[in-house]
């Protein structure tokens, strides 16, 4: 996947997908306490992302996700749940430092080293 987002504008993403899932609708203030962040903070991402068709908001309404953005989301998150069972259950790391860096490496990480990543967990755990 093609990624055009910065890594803030991802977490965005991710946030509303995993309080809303694909199909559901989220608060901005929802949204602003789970990054903690501001509500105006929120706004500014949520603009950044409607303009780039990842989410919908009607004026000053929940924020949903577009198809395009849930699809982002998932692959964000997916990003994340990988290289964070790979920090936590491979390299033996603390749950909240694996979270942590997880988060930070989400961002970075390319989908060819990620399918690789994948390939070589399922073959860790068999």
Excluded: W
Excluded at 32 to 52: D, E, G, I, R, Y
Excluded at 76 to 100: C, I, K, N, S, T
């Amino acid at each position: 996947m093609s990624r055009t987002l910065t890594a803030a504008n991802e977490d965005y993403l991710e946030a509303i997908y995993q309080l809303g899932g694909a199909d559901g609708a989220v608060r901005s203030v929802d949204i602003a306490a789970k990054l903690s962040v501001s509500k105006a903070s929120v706004n500014k991402a949520v603009a950044t992302l409607k303009q780039a068709g990842f989410v919908e908001q009607p004026y000053y309404g929940d924020v949903t996700l577009t198809k395009a953005g849930a699809t982002y989301a998932a692959s964000v998150l997916e990003r994340h749940h990988v290289l964070y069972h790979f920090l936590l259950d491979v390299l033996g790391v603390e749950p909240q430092v694996a979270e942590d860096e997880a988060c930070q490496m989400e961002h970075a990480i390319s989908d060819d080293t990620l399918v690789r990543l994948t390939a070589h967990l399922k073959e860790y755990v068999q």
